[in-house]
């Protein structure tokens, strides 16, 4: 029996991670080498077990060239097969993640994020529930190395508190996990940064837009988007607010660089 799409994603994020366990336990001369064998590894575990699962699909992965086939076809798969590199090279951190998500005819149709270190794959085959608000301030998951100003100068005005951690995958995973109620990043991905996340995100009830409160468009000529939020429905009205008051140059799109 052919596996859906939904428990392909799961199982491709998994396998992937677990081999990235393996690949992170081996002896390397550096950091550099360490992220180097991760993202080729696990890039050609995913491209070729999607060939075998998937043939008639295009690919579009962080780390391969680009095909202009995927722009015809119908069904692209968008990975990420090793989002936080610096966090995987750094032995003591767990917040690192892969990413597999499903584009067909223009919507995002399944998803996986694996938390490897952790032992956990988020995935639209069995959408998590999010639970609920405890009392507090909001709490606003950032980059630990490369937080937009919006964010510092949004949890100002909104009084929240900022939660640093790695992968972009394992911010939005905060989100659904309840440890953050949002994540708002205005400084630039690619698409393999947040596909993944956003469909489990979105299966588990979450709002997902662009700042303005326009949709995520996927599988474009470029892969370049320029922001994201992530947030518990109830709050996406009163964060869409507060971001459309801040300074324009806070909010304006980056330039293509990447940052998570």
């Not at 966090?87 to 767990?94: D, G, I, M, P, V």
């Not at 794959?121 to 608000?133: H, I, Y």
């Not at 953050?180 to 947040?194: L, M």
């Amino acid at each position: 029996m052919t596996a859906s799409d939904h428990d392909t994603a799961s199982s491709l994020a998994t396998s992937a991670g677990e081999l990235l366990l393996q690949v992170r336990a081996r002896d390397f001369a550096d950091a550099t080498a360490r992220k180097a064998a991760g993202d080729a590894e696990s890039h050609r575990f995913l491209m070729d077990r999607l060939a075998d699962v998937r043939p008639g699909d295009a690919v579009l992965s962080e780390e391969g060239a680009d095909d202009p086939v995927r722009l015809g076809a119908e069904r692209a798969w968008i990975v990420d097969p090793l989002d936080g590199t610096r966090e995987f090279s750094e032995l003591e951190r767990a917040d690192w993640a892969v990413h597999v998500a499903l584009w067909e005819r223009g919507e995002l149709v399944a998803g996986a994020v694996a938390l490897p270190a952790e032992g956990t794959t988020f995935s639209t085959a069995e959408p998590a529930s999010v639970p609920a608000r405890p009392d507090g301030p909001l709490r606003l998951a950032v980059s630990r190395s490369r937080p937009p100003a919006l964010v510092t100068v949004l949890s100002e005005q909104l009084g929240a508190e900022l939660v640093p951690m790695g992968s972009a995958g394992v911010k939005a995973m905060a989100v659904v996990r309840g440890r953050a109620n949002a994540y708002v990043h205005g400084g630039g991905q690619y698409e393999w940064d947040s596909a993944a996340p956003v469909a489990v995100a979105r299966a588990a009830g979450l709002h997902t837009s662009r700042l303005d409160g326009s949709p995520l468009v996927y599988n474009s000529p470029d892969p370049w988007l320029p922001d994201l939020l992530i947030c518990r429905p109830e709050l996406a009205e009163q964060l869409l607010s507060a971001l459309a008051a801040l300074p324009a140059d806070l909010t304006a799109p980056r330039p293509r660089g990447g940052a998570a």
